[in-house]
């Protein structure tokens, strides 16, 4: 079963209009490869493929200028950071007059590719992230399957959770044992598999390296370098806290998610929606798991995200910078909803233009002037720019 992408196909074939060189980044397996091919059939004119995975795609372009001068249409890169050298390269075609070329280039979110990507191409790359599957694409009626089994379409669409186990099993081993070494990352996969089962059990939490440091028996600066490396290839979501000029002491340290729910449940060992509610860490999967679903149905940028607390207790999961002011968003995994006090302390402090509390239950409703409960049902009506 295909679940369309549309939003971002339309996102790739408007970027594409306007820059010469458009990167398309996300996690292994995320679906790029699907959307990229989809891209291609839906476009009017000449179009060329590599798999820089594939052996002989990978030897035509030994000589990236000579294999790629020539051509015109649209050029698809797949895996791009196995060919790091084939930037300065784009940097000169993209640069030709009458652009007879545009270059779609994909890769796995190696630090490499963006850092070289942004230096070589400065002014003529757009980048878009391709996250997983979102609550929009999956549909209302499959809240619970994709909460469950995450939002990697292989293990979204499996048939039956043994499947779905199995998939995401391999999808682990794989990651840790081929993709990390491939995308040029020196961390033995031993390590980082139990820094990344170890970081499941701080899900949702302020991130503390030093304590991380000590249960893990290395140094904080270590273990900061493990998170880098999770973050860096969309494996774990940073959200750093908002810094209002405030007399109250703040929460200076960022929260840890990891990104998708399904990972994160065979991580916790979580196989079944029986084992999902009766382990501790329900409530956090949960945030986490509706926090995500806000920042892909608003399109909000990472950079925009943040959350805020105080050492007296108050806080706010959610908190973004619209541009025009700061909104925010709680959750809670409860039917009976209700205004507390950190929503009224941070409409106060923080100047926020609104609140949305998203829980469980199964209505929606006013809290009080500017604050709304919202049903996780009705998320996508109600949750909007």
């Not at 904080?220 to 940073?238: I, K, N, Q």
């Not at 994160?264 to 501790?280: A, Q, S, T």
């Not at 806080?315 to 541009?323: A, P, Q, R, Y």
């Amino acid at each position: 079963m295909l679940i369309p992408r549309t939003a971002h196909l339309q996102e790739l074939h408007w970027l594409l209009e306007h820059n010469p060189v458009v990167a398309l980044l996300g996690a292994r397996q995320v679906g790029k490869t699907t959307l990229a091919k989809s891209l291609v059939e839906s476009r009017d004119e000449t179009t060329h493929f590599f798999d820089l995975e594939w052996p002989p795609d990978l030897a035509r372009l030994e000589d990236s200028a000579l294999a790629l001068g020539s051509l015109r249409g649209l050029v698809v890169l797949d895996e791009v950071q196995r060919l790091p050298g084939v930037f300065p390269v784009l940097r000169v075609l993209a640069d030709r007059a009458g652009t007879p070329a545009r270059f779609l280039v994909l890769g796995s979110a190696s630090p490499d590719l963006v850092r070289q990507g942004s230096e070589s191409l400065a002014g003529r790359v757009a980048y878009h992230h391709l996250p997983g599957i979102s609550m929009s694409e999956a549909g209302i009626d499959r809240i619970d399957r994709l909460w469950l089994r995450g939002g990697f379409p292989r293990s979204l669409v499996a048939d039956g959770e043994r499947v779905s186990w199995e998939w995401r099993s391999n999808f682990v081993r794989t990651f840790l044992e081929r993709d990390i070494p491939q995308l040029g990352l020196r961390t033995p996969s031993r390590t980082l598999d139990r820094f990344w089962s170890m970081l499941a059990h701080y899900h949702a939490q302020v991130w503390n390296a030093s304590e991380l440091g000590r249960a893990f028996g290395v140094s904080h600066h270590a273990v900061r370098r493990y998170l880098d490396m999770l973050e860096s290839t969309f494996m774990v979501r940073v959200l750093k806290p908002w810094a209002a000029n405030l007399k109250k002491r703040q929460v200076r340290a960022p929260k840890v998610y990891i990104r998708d729910t399904g990972l994160l449940h065979f991580l916790l060992g979580i196989r079944d929606d029986e084992m999902l509610m009766r382990h501790p860490k329900v409530g956090a999967s949960w945030e986490g798991f509706v926090i995500d679903a806000v920042i892909h149905r608003l399109g909000f940028e990472d950079r925009q995200c943040y959350f805020w607390a105080t050492h007296m207790g108050n806080e706010i999961d959610l908190v973004v910078d619209t541009g025009d002011g700061l909104r925010g968003f709680e959750v809670k995994r409860t039917s009976q909803p209700r205004l507390t006090r950190s929503m009224r302390t941070a409409m106060t402090d923080l100047g926020l233009g609104r609140i949305d509390l998203v829980h469980a239950g199964t209505e929606s409703f006013d809290l009080a002037p500017n604050v709304r409960a919202v049903a996780i049902a009705h998320l996508l009506e109600e949750i909007h720019k």
